[in-house]
């Protein structure tokens, strides 16, 4: 049974008619004491609340009853129902236990997914399974290993993926976030849709509405024909928005604006189009000490963040270093066509033991290089120390060298390298752009983006 508490008729019975036509059997209250009548009679799967159902609309009342039901029924999921200018007060219910909420006015679509998502996520959750019942049940041939924490992270994988829920994936680069994206895709209803990936790290401010949501001819000096943005391509399909920590503030409401009712506008165009998306999102930064800095909108991510996927680093799963060293093997064996290749027990044990700091990305370089530059077929330690092209404990950055290939990402070599830049001319600006090569506009949206502070001078 679906509870909808809301004090407007109109409401009522359009969302009654909709759940009933979508085989839920639909209990009405209007407000607080109407709610706990049917409370003591019969718990309800799912509720369905409005923020406000009184004169009063700041939405207290509303807040006030989500306390008193989730203290009631704490296993009950509870969805808001909520106006544009209530945004603030919705997030403020995802604090207080409610599971999603949705703006008016709603798309029927979407408000049935959001109902089944909370279904299916409040099932209690299943035992682990071992590696083998994971991959008789779902496709994970891509993810190698068997450390309980990836396995933990598979499960969670396979009950959310049938869903619409958004996942939001973290950790540190080169643990595989994309591949994760990649099987949740491949394990969903969409799977036959587009997955489209979109680095929002590498995408400006200025481009960001373009490549994103598209635009028609003359929208500016250089568009001369009418472009397809990446959520249109990814329309009942699913979407990956990589780098979502990256995000400028502006960029930030715009994006939000989509994830919220649905319709977006292409660049230059007034008229809406809606869009059927699943969303998920990752980042190696720290979403909630953005969001208390005021880096990172709280509204949006509460938005993007329903599941959460925090994945461990290579060090934290040692044990699993010597399946990914065979799989990455087994694959150069046919690339290279080396088919007696392998690696010796004291070569697996060696690299357990190798400091790896740009993760799994970085074991399959060093273990890729060490296959093209080693003569033999069996590979000692000695092959892979020689060919590291520097020493794996020598991570520093100097004068004049450059990390080891996989140690560090494009990102953060940029981010050292305005940072020394910074120092060295005392914060200047202009004279910093210029020892960059680069404008100082340029540097601005690279000093905002990295919160540097800087004097314009």
């Not at 209007?30 to 799912?46: K, N, S």
Request: with cysteine.
């Amino acid at each position: 049974m679906i509870l909808i508490i809301d004090d407007d008729i109109a409401i009522q019975t359009s969302l009654s008619l909709l759940f009933r036509k979508e085989g839920f059997a639909v209990r009405l209250a209007d407000g607080p004491f109407e709610t706990f009548d049917v409370l003591e009679q019969e718990i309800p799967e799912a509720i369905l609340l409005d923020m406000n159902f009184s004169v009063d609309t700041s939405g207290d009342d509303g807040l006030r009853l989500l306390r008193r039901i989730r203290e009631r029924l704490p296993n009950v999921p509870v969805i808001l129902i909520t106006g544009w200018g209530s945004i603030d007060l919705a997030v403020e219910g995802m604090k207080a236990g409610a599971k999603d909420f949705i703006t008016k006015p709603w798309q029927n679509e979407h408000i049935v997914q959001s109902v089944r998502t909370a279904l299916n996520l409040a099932q209690p959750t299943p035992a682990s399974p071992n590696r083998r019942k994971l991959d008789q049940q779902f496709e994970f041939e891509n993810i190698v290993g068997e450390d309980p924490n990836l396995l933990g992270i598979l499960t969670t994988i396979g009950r959310v993926a049938p869903t619409d829920a958004p996942v939001l994936i973290t950790g540190e680069s080169g643990t595989g976030k994309e591949l994760i994206a990649e099987a949740i895709h491949q394990n969903s209803r969409r799977k036959r849709q587009a997955f489209v990936k979109v680095n929002l790290g590498g995408i400006s401010a200025t481009l960001f509405e373009s490549e994103l949501f598209g635009h028609v001819r003359g929208a500016f000096t250089d568009a001369k024909t009418d472009r397809v943005g990446r959520f249109e391509l990814a329309n009942k399909g699913s979407i990956f928005l990589d780098e979502i920590g990256d995000l400028d503030p502006a960029s930030q409401v715009k994006l939000l604006r989509v994830l919220q009712d649905r319709t977006f506008e292409p660049l230059g165009s007034s008229k809406s189009r809606t869009v059927d998306v699943r969303v998920i999102c990752a980042t190696n930064r720290n979403l909630e000490e953005m969001v208390s800095k005021g880096q990172f909108r709280e509204d949006l991510f509460y938005r993007i963040n329903l599941i959460t996927v925090q994945l461990p680093a290579l060090r934290e799963r040692p044990g699993d270093i010597p399946l990914l060293v065979n799989y990455f093997v087994n694959n150069l064996k046919t690339i290279y066509n080396r088919p007696d290749l392998q690696v010796s027990a004291a070569a697996q044990k060696w690299l357990k033991n190798l400091p790896l700091p740009g993760n799994i990305r970085q074991l399959k370089n060093v273990v890729e290089r060490t296959v093209l530059l080693a003569s033999n077929d069996e590979l000692q330690p000695d092959d892979f120390e020689r060919n590291l092209p520097q020493k794996a404990n020598d991570q520093q950055l100097t004068p004049r060298s450059l990390p080891e290939v996989g140690a560090m990402t494009l990102e953060e070599m940029e981010y050292q390298m305005i940072q020394r830049a910074m120092a060295f001319h005392q914060n200047r600006v202009a004279k910093v752009a210029r020892a960059l090569g680069i404008t100082r506009f340029a540097l601005y949206r690279r000093l905002e983006k990295f919160g540097i502070p800087y004097e314009d001078a």
